[in-house]
């Protein structure tokens, strides 16, 4: 059979591209085009993603790691640089690149975390908490319900979801689950049985952008302190300055035992993901260095691209900027839902740039996604709340590239309503 050998894709057609898809990657995910369209993305730039003919879109989506947009110019050049002097290290002598990383990122974390173990995505940093736990003996894992937290078989116990975990069982033993956000259940479980480790997110990112009241970490840190138990926050998701904080853990001013980072701190240019970890947690790895590893971990290549992405969001002041934006696009999308289609929507709420739009209804989602498409705005999809889409733009977004978004939002709503105008209408999607 041949191979295609075109190496411009700008001469492989979109077509060809779902083909490849299909008959290579996954049918199901080539059949998803038929909702989401068969456009195929070659370049992105700032807010941007550009396509094969030519189209431009708002990437909004991108699982959330767009933080700091496509291509920022400093992490890029230090990705570059890095490229041309050294990608990846013998393993043998010491690097500065993970130093100068670590350094930068326990910068910027809660006090008292203090040593990182890095690795290539979210789940594996979950995975090294985990093991970090279980050197501990806190082998018992309490997680919360809709919490997501990969889908490696260990991290997959902790992702609360059978659609994701029924498949693949057995997972992880002495794992149980509690609603987010109920301090009463939390200690219930906390009590009842040995030590344990609790992981648990600041905001619900794929359980639909769920926000628990104000004292919840703080007082989910005082239950791990009263029962012994190692406390894990994930801001995967949350993390890097996403919620117009630096970490949901600033928000309540809590350290936990371990904070897991990702997604951002890639500068959306090479995957890498943390586990930041205080020095008594630590004990096990910081002893023995073979106890985790990884060939890829602490990659120069990734770890120029970590410490640039926090450098960038420092000297841009991006923070303070996702906090500001955050305030203008929640404020303004529930205009926008209450003059349309209130009664189509359960809830707009947010903190942040990390910004949920729930549907009162699956279909009603579908069909409100593929509008947001068709007027060039990419949004996520909650993986464990399909009646959510998310809102994670990048913090970098000019005012004019704001207003774009609203617009298409506005619109995309306007549609929706002319398409259902009764709340019974339910869409097939
Ligand atoms: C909070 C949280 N934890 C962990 C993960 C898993 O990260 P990854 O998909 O990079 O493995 C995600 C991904 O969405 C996440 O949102």
């Known amino acids: 059979m041949s191979v295609t050998q075109i190496n411009d894709v700008n001469q492989l057609s979109s077509a060809k591209i779902a083909d490849l898809y299909r008959r290579h990657l996954s049918r199901g995910r080539a059949k998803i085009s038929d909702v989401f369209g068969t456009e195929t993305e070659i370049s992105a730039q700032g807010a941007w993603v550009e396509t094969l003919d030519g189209q431009k879109y708002l990437n909004a989506g991108g699982y959330g790691v767009m933080l700091l947009g496509a291509r920022h110019p400093h992490v890029e050049a230090a990705v570059i640089k890095q490229i041309q002097t050294n990608p990846i290290a013998s393993r043998i002598l010491l690097e500065p690149q993970a130093a100068l990383a670590a350094e930068a990122l326990c910068r910027v974390v809660p006090q008292g975390l203090a040593h990182v173990h890095f690795a290539g995505s979210g789940t594996e940093a979950t995975e090294a908490a985990i093991k970090v736990a279980r050197t501990l003996g806190k082998t018992r894992l309490i997680t919360t319900i809709n919490g997501y937290h990969g889908k490696t078989l260990g991290a997959l116990s902790v992702t609360a979801n059978r659609l994701y975990q029924d498949p693949f069982r057995p997972l992880l033993p002495d794992v149980s689950a509690v609603p987010f956000g109920d301090v009463a259940a939390m200690e219930q479980a906390l009590k009842t049985g040995p030590q344990a480790c609790v992981i648990l997110e600041p905001v619900q990112g794929e359980g639909g952008v769920r926000i628990p009241a104000f004292g919840y970490l703080q007082q989910v840190r005082a239950l791990c302190d009263k029962y012994g138990a190692l406390m894990v926050l994930d801001e995967i998701q949350t993390g890097m300055g996403r919620l117009g904080y630096w970490w949901g853990a600033n928000r309540e001013n809590v350290t ?115 509008e947001m498409i068709e007027r060039h705005l990419l949004v996520n999809y909650s993986l464990n709340a399909g009646t959510v889409l998310r809102f994670t733009p990048p913090a970098i977004m000019n005012d004019a590239e704001v207003e774009f978004l609203l617009t298409a939002f506005e619109g995309a709503c306007k549609a929706l309503a002319r398409q259902y105008t009764t709340v019974n209408s339910v869409g097939a999607f």
């Open 256 to 370: 936990p035992d371990i904070m897991l980072v990702g997604k951002g701190l890639s500068g959306g240019i090479v995957p890498v993901s943390a586990m930041v970890a205080t020095a008594e947690a630590f004990q096990a790895f910081n002893k023995d260095p073979f106890i985790h590893t990884s060939t890829f971990s602490g990659a120069p290549i990734a770890m120029a691209a970590a410490r640039a992405a926090v450098e960038a969001i420092i000297a841009d002041n991006l923070v303070f900027r996702a906090a500001q934006i955050g305030e203008v696009l929640l404020g303004r999308m529930k205009e926008i839902v209450k003059k349309h289609c209130a009664y189509l929507v359960e809830e707009v709420r947010g903190a942040g740039l990390l910004i949920g739009v729930e549907m009162k209804g699956p279909g009603f989602a579908g069909a409100l996604l593929a």
